[in-house]
């Protein structure tokens, strides 16, 4: 499941790997307290050690790209970082996981009418995203507004071609079992207390920029300490108060600095948020999903495993990707 979320991240960003690898894990280590916590932990720190790379990965990353700060291509020098950054604490977390195989299930799965289309639209909007940006200066959120379109567009064509059966009605089965495709219903289901946090922590980030309490943050940490102690402190503070707001900040700061610098703290907001749990969007949905089995207890158990992974990532970084 690590190595799966590692390159999941990268597509379908984090804290949506998170969410989608939980699900498998709560059906395979059913009852399997230890076994869900530890294999929660490695899917939180291979999420966002896969999505540091990517700027589609991480909500971070994204905001570095949209700012025009580092160009598409360059976020993937971070690849290698991120993959020492993973298998560090995975490798010594290996060690822990309890011995056995589960149960198999014998239920048949089977992928619904359109699923392999959206799919593909899914692909198309990140190609948009990226065209619009790269080739035609055009904010990438325009790119996934498009992609929009174009499932409400094949949600449309769903919606008039399906065939109505028994099991749609309340009499039959498990309601919503062979419903019609509706987009709507899906863009509802969305996590909109979530966007509200992230809508409000800018709107406090951007007024502390205002009345100029980052300038002079920006100064002590990035005149004082030098930009390589500060951003490796930004993958700190990013373990305690979540990286999103932390990396607001630093944008709202504006330091001047080199692309490898841009570059490493790009990494370690991104993968500093897995010391702790509360630290990354990813390690904040899982608590939520295997409530009473993945806690920030358990999670500060491995926590020294995963800051030496952090350490490691940021020194093969200095090494490969430094002038």
Same mark, same amino acid.
């Given at each position: 499941t690590g190595i799966i979320s590692f390159f999941l991240s990268p597509i379908i960003d984090n804290m949506t790997t998170a969410l989608v690898m939980s +699900? #498998?894990? !709560?059906? #395979?280590g059913r009852g399997n307290v230890r076994f869900v916590s530890i294999a929660c932990i490695n899917i939180? #720190? +291979?999420a966002n050690a896969g999505g540091a790379f990517s700027p589609f990965g991480d909500i971070t990353t994204l905001m570095v790209w949209q700012k025009g700060i580092?160009?598409?291509h360059v976020f993937f020098k971070l690849l290698i970082p991120s993959v020492v950054n993973y298998l560090i604490p995975a490798t010594i %977390?290996?060690?822990?996981?309890?011995?056995? *195989?589960?149960?198999?299930?014998?239920a048949v799965v089977a992928m619904k009418r359109g699923s392999v289309a959206i799919m593909f639209l899914f692909a198309c909007t990140i190609a948009t995203a990226v065209s619009f940006h790269n080739f035609l200066g055009l904010p990438a959120f325009l790119g996934m507004t498009t992609g929009l379109a174009y499932l409400k567009f094949f949600g449309y064509? !769903?919606?008039?071609?399906?065939?109505p059966l028994a099991s749609d009605s !309340? +009499?039959?089965?498990?309601?919503?079992d062979v419903q019609a495709f509706d987009s709507f219903r899906e863009v509802a289901r969305a996590e909109w207390d979530t966007l509200l946090f992230f809508f409000g922590v800018i709107m406090s980030v951007g007024g502390l920029g205002f009345i100029g309490y980052l300038d002079i943050l920006s100064a002590y940490l990035y005149t004082e300490l030098g930009a390589t102690t500060a951003n490796v402190m930004v993958g700190v503070i990013s373990a305690v108060i979540d990286n999103i707001p932390v990396m607001v900040a630093v944008l709202q700061m504006q330091p001047t600095m080199d692309t490898t610098q841009w570059l490493l703290v790009t990494l370690t907001a991104g993968v500093g948020g897995s010391m702790l749990s509360i630290g990354s969007a990813a390690g904040v949905a899982l608590m939520g999903q295997a409530r009473g089995m993945?806690?920030?207890? *358990?999670?500060?158990?491995?926590?020294? +495993?995963?800051? !030496?992974?952090?350490?490691?990532?940021?020194? #093969?970084? %200095?090494?490969?990707?430094?002038?």
């Open positions: +699900a #498998v894990i !709560l059906a #395979v939180v #720190v +291979a580092l160009d598409f %977390m290996s060690f822990a996981i309890p011995q056995g *195989r589960p149960a198999s299930g014998e064509y !769903l919606r008039k071609t399906h065939v !309340l +009499a039959y089965g498990e309601t919503g993945y806690t920030f207890f *358990r999670h500060l158990k491995w926590t020294p +495993a995963i800051a !030496l992974g952090y350490a490691a990532s940021i020194w #093969v970084h %200095m090494l490969i990707n430094g002038n």
